[in-house]
C-alpha cells in the first residue's frame, strides 16, 4: 500500500482532506494516479494494487475504515465489490469510453502503418460503455470484429488464448483489451495488442463526482434528527390497575431501553408528554441505527406489552426536523407493517420494518391528470406512491391483490378495493388472472399505468 498526496493548486479557504482507495492492478493504478496528478482537489490517495480481481473483497473489508471512498481502475473490481460495499460507502471506477477505444485504433494504426480492418475485442458482457455503439459507428461490421465477453469470473488464460488463436490463423490483424493482464500475456506472445484505458478527463471526472457524493454525504450526515416514540395507549393501560406507581415503573422501562438506545448514536433523549418521547442526534448516526432501533421498539413492546411507534425527521434545524419526526410519527400510526418510518426533508417516506427491506416512495405528486384520477378514485397519493413503490421493490409490473396485500400489511378485501377503483379510473388495468386452486374465483393480476 502507497499513500499519496495531491494538493489543490492555489490558495482557497481550508477544505477536509479525503483519503480516496484506489483498487486495481499495480500498472493499472500508475496509470490513473498519472490522469489524477493534475486533479485541483485537496485529496489523499491510497494505492491497493492486486494480482487478481478476486482479491477486491479482502481489501476493502481490511481498509474501509481508513478511507472516504473508493476508485476501481475498471469494471472487473467494481463489480466484484459489489457484494461487500456497504450502503453508505462511495464508489467509483474509471471507465473507458468511446473515445477510449478510437484512441487504441489510432495507436494501431500508428504502430501497423495501416488502416486496421480486422480485430478481436474484449467487452464486459452487460457492455456498460456502448462499445458495440462505438464499433458501428467506426463503420465495422460483424464479420470484421470478434468479441469476447466478459463477466467478473473471467479467465485471464482463456481470453488470452482466444486473441492469440484468432492473429495466429490469421482471422484478425490486432487484438484490442480492457484487461492488463491480457495485455501482457499477448505481448508475451507477439500478438500486436492494444490497450483500451480511460481518457485522463474520463478518469478526473470520475473522480470529481466521487468526492461530490462524499461530500453531499458528509452535508447530509451532519443534519439533525429528530426521533419521536410514543408508546400507544399508556395512559389506558395505567387506568386499568389498581397497582400503585404503575406508570412511573413502566416509565422507568421505557427509558432505561431508550437510553441505551441514545448512547448508541450519542444523542440526547428529552420527554414530551406520557409516553411520548424525542431523541435529538445526527442524521447519519439515526440512519445508520435504524436496526437496532427495530430491535429496541421489540424489546419495549415486550416489556411494556403496549405498542411502540416510531418516527424519524431529518432537516437542516431542529424545528423542521422535528417537524418531520410528528410527520412520520402519524404515517407509523396508519401503517399496518409495524417498524420505523423516516421523513426526509424532500416529502419522500422511508418505511423501515425488521422483516423486510425499506420501502421508499413519495407522498406528493405534480402529475395533475394523476391527481385528478387518484380524487375520483379515493385514492390518496401515498397510497399510490406506496403501491408503484414496492412493485419496484420486488421488481414486476404486474401483481394480484393478494400478493400486494402480503407485501404491504393490509387485506386483500381492502387492496381489491383499492385496485378496483384504480382500474375504473384509468390509473390502472387488468392484464391478466390466475387460478391458484381448482375452486374459488381465479385472480386477476393488475398493472399500474
Not at 204 to 217: D, F, N, P, T
Not at 258 to 267: A, P, S, T
Request: charged share 25%.
Amino acid at each position: 500500500m502507497m499513500t499519496i498526496r495531491i494538493r489543490k493548486k492555489g490558495r482557497g479557504g481550508a477544505q477536509q482532506m479525503y483519503t480516496i482507495g484506489i483498487v486495481g492492478p499495480s500498472l493499472s493504478i500508475d496509470r490513473t494516479l498519472h490522469a489524477l496528478s493534475d486533479l485541483e482537489l485537496e485529496l489523499r490517495f491510497e494505492t491497493f494494487p492486486y494480482e487478481h480481481a478476486r482479491e477486491t473483497a479482502d481489501i476493502i473489508r481490511r481498509s474501509r475504515d481508513n478511507v472516504h471512498g473508493w476508485v476501481f481502475t475498471g469494471p472487473i473490481p467494481y463489480l466484484s465489490a459489489q457484494a461487500v460495499l456497504l450502503e453508505h460507502e462511495h464508489a467509483t471506477y474509471c471507465p473507458p469510453t468511446g473515445g477510449s477505444l478510437y484512441k487504441a485504433i489510432l495507436q494501431a494504426v500508428y504502430t501497423l502503418g495501416r488502416p486496421v480492418e480486422r480485430l478481436s475485442i474484449d467487452m464486459p458482457d452487460n457492455d456498460s460503455w456502448g462499445m458495440r455503439d462505438s464499433l458501428r459507428e467506426l463503420a465495422f461490421s460483424e464479420d470484421q470484429v470478434h468479441k469476447y465477453l466478459f463477466s467478473v469470473d473471467y479467465s485471464v488464460e482463456d481470453m488470452v488464448e482466444h486473441h492469440a488463436r484468432l492473429w495466429q490463423e490469421g482471422t484478425t490483424e490486432a487484438a484490442f483489451t480492457c484487461l492488463y493482464a491480457v495485455y501482457e500475456g499477448l505481448v508475451k506472445l507477439k500478438v500486436p495488442v492494444f490497450k483500451i484505458d480511460a481518457t485522463k478527463i474520463d478518469s478526473m471526472q470520475a473522480v470529481r463526482m466521487l468526492v461530490e457524493r462524499i461530500r453531499s454525504s458528509a452535508f447530509k450526515d451532519s443534519q439533525l434528527g429528530v426521533l419521536m416514540l410514543e408508546m400507544d395507549r399508556l395512559h389506558e393501560e395505567v387506568q386499568k390497575t389498581t397497582e400503585r406507581y404503575r406508570l412511573q415503573h413502566l416509565e422507568l422501562k421505557i427509558k432505561s431501553l431508550l437510553l441505551e438506545h441514545c448512547d448508541r448514536i450519542d444523542g440526547s433523549l428529552h420527554q414530551d408528554g406520557t409516553g411520548r418521547y424525542l431523541m435529538f442526534g445526527s442524521r447519519g448516526q439515526m440512519q445508520r441505527s435504524v436496526e437496532e432501533l427495530n430491535a429496541t421498539i421489540t424489546q419495549l413492546e415486550l416489556d411494556t406489552g403496549l405498542k411502540a411507534l416510531a418516527g424519524i425527521g431529518f432537516g437542516e434545524t431542529a424545528l423542521v426536523a422535528e417537524n418531520n419526526a410528528r410527520k412520520a410519527i402519524l404515517y407509523a400510526k396508519e401503517s399496518k407493517s409495524g417498524g420505523v418510518v423516516l421523513f426526509e426533508a424532500d416529502g419522500t417516506i422511508i418505511e423501515a420494518s425488521a422483516e423486510q427491506e425499506p420501502l421508499a416512495y413519495h407522498y406528493l405528486s405534480h402529475d395533475t391528470k394523476l391527481l385528478k384520477k387518484l380524487n375520483r378514485a379515493g385514492v390518496s397519493i401515498r397510497t399510490y406512491q406506496k403501491i408503484k413503490a414496492y412493485m419496484r421493490r420486488i421488481g414486476r409490473e404486474e401483481v394480484t391483490a393478494a400478493e400486494l396485500a402480503s407485501g404491504l400489511s393490509m387485506t386483500t378485501r381492502h387492496v381489491q378495493r383499492i385496485l378496483g377503483s384504480l382500474t375504473e379510473c384509468g390509473a390502472a388495468e387488468i392484464t391478466g388472472s390466475e387460478l391458484h386452486s381448482r375452486r374459488g374465483r381465479p385472480s386477476n393480476r393488475y398493472r399500474l399505468l
